[in-house]
Nanobody, 128 residues
Framework: QVQLVESGGGLVQAGGSLRLSCAAS????????MGWFRQAPGKEREFVGT????????YYADSVKGRFTVSRDNAKNTVYLQMNSLKPEDTAVYYC?????????????????????WGQGTQVTVSS
């Protein structure tokens, strides 16, 4: 069983920055791509970004490209989401998730159904 635990959310003013962390249990962390999603009240869960197993590739939603950066430290079983130039529309619960394909070389996993383990989420609120 894999557990993912997010942290780092909070309240920030527009234009500010936050760094989210997602710590994973287990010994297979480096064997899977990881993703970040977000869900605002009344909206569907939305893809934010992904990172490949080796951290050699990343892929982002157009809405966050150039502002958000996904990274990972396989030695620490942790994936990060650095969020800069935050906007009120970035307000949501942010989730990390593990892609369901072992040893995949792809990062183009944008559909939540492609992920098999999810964290509990962390709230990010951006005030205007």
């Amino acid at each position: 069983q894999v557990q993912l635990v997010e942290s780092g959310g909070g309240l920030v003013q527009a234009g500010g920055s936050l760094r989210l962390s997602c710590a994973a249990s287990g010994r297979t962390f480096s064997s899977y791509a990881m993703g970040w999603f977000r869900q605002a009240p009344g909206k569907e869960r939305e893809f934010v970004g992904t990172i490949s197993r080796s951290a050699g590739s990343t892929y982002y939603a157009d809405s966050v490209k150039g502002r958000f950066t996904v990274s990972r430290d396989n030695a620490k079983n942790t994936v990060y989401l650095q969020m800069n130039s935050l906007k009120p529309e970035d307000t949501a619960v942010y989730y990390c998730a593990r892609d369901g394909t072992l040893y995949s070389g792809s990062v183009y996993y944008t559909d939540p159904s492609e992920y098999d383990y999810w964290g509990q989420g962390t709230q990010v609120t951006v005030s205007s």
